[in-house]
């Protein structure tokens, strides 16, 4: 199995492009998340989805959408990129809830100059 | 908001030392999860406590869980320089909230 997997693992946007952060895991997992980074942070929740065609907003949705059209993929869309999104962005999966064992992609660090 | 919060910040120590890490959190809990993180890559899940165990062992990994204190405790026994990395404390009130890590260095 490969886990999950993120593209790209490095990006450089200008503010107000857009694109989109690719995520896919082959556990089966119903539960998907995206997460942002920031140094002394800790994670935040963006976006999750509990199954293919339900999604939800996390901690801080803002600038971001999600979908979820299959079980496997989860990509998260940056509409007009802004420097604040600066950050390094995992996403995860597990089982069946947000509480369970998360399993972790290796993190898309992306810059917005 | 971050529901876990660790403690210390940092910490450095000699090979074959224990490393102590604390997560305080806020309000009431099913269970509290532990998580390595290594320098640019994703977190790895070390350990779960349920909120009606006390302590839990896995391998040189200790845990403990003070319901009434709001607090856990991760002990790594016997350090390695392959244990330098940064370790999280994640609780499930809503969705898993991750605190701001402890960034442990382990000196060979």
């Known amino acids: 199995n490969a886990g999950v997997t993120q593209t790209p693992k490095f990006q450089v946007l200008k503010t107000g492009q857009s694109m989109t952060l690719q995520c896919a895991q082959d556990m089966n997992h119903e539960y998907m998340s995206w997460y942002r980074q920031d140094p002394g942070m800790g994670l935040r929740l963006i976006h999750y989805s509990v199954g293919a065609g339900i999604t939800d907003q996390g901690e801080v949705p803002n600038g971001y959408n999600v979908s979820r059209s299959t079980t496997e993929d989860f990509p998260l869309r940056l509409l007009s990129a802004a420097p604040s999104q600066t950050s390094v962005y995992f996403c995860a999966s597990s089982y069946s809830s947000g509480w369970d064992e998360q399993f972790f992609g290796p993190g898309t660090r992306l810059t917005v100059l | 908001s971050q529901q876990g919060e660790e403690d210390p910040q940092a910490l450095s120590i000699q090979e074959g030392e224990n490393a102590t890490m604390n997560c305080s959190y806020k309000?009431?809990?099913?269970?509290l999860q532990w998580y390595r993180q290594n320098s640019g890559r994703g977190l790895v899940h070390l350990i779960l406590?349920?909120?009606?165990?006390r302590e839990k062992h896995s391998g040189r990994l200790r845990v403990t869980l003070d319901t009434s204190k709001k607090s856990s405790s991760l002990l790594i026994t016997a350090s390695r320089a392959a244990d330098t990395a940064s370790y999280f404390c994640?609780?499930?009130?809503?969705?898993?909230?991750f605190g701001a890590g402890t960034r442990l260095t382990v000196k060979p």
């Open positions: 994640a609780t499930d009130r809503g969705h898993m909230r």
């Open positions: 406590i349920r909120s009606n165990e």
């Open positions: 309000t009431s809990i099913n269970n």
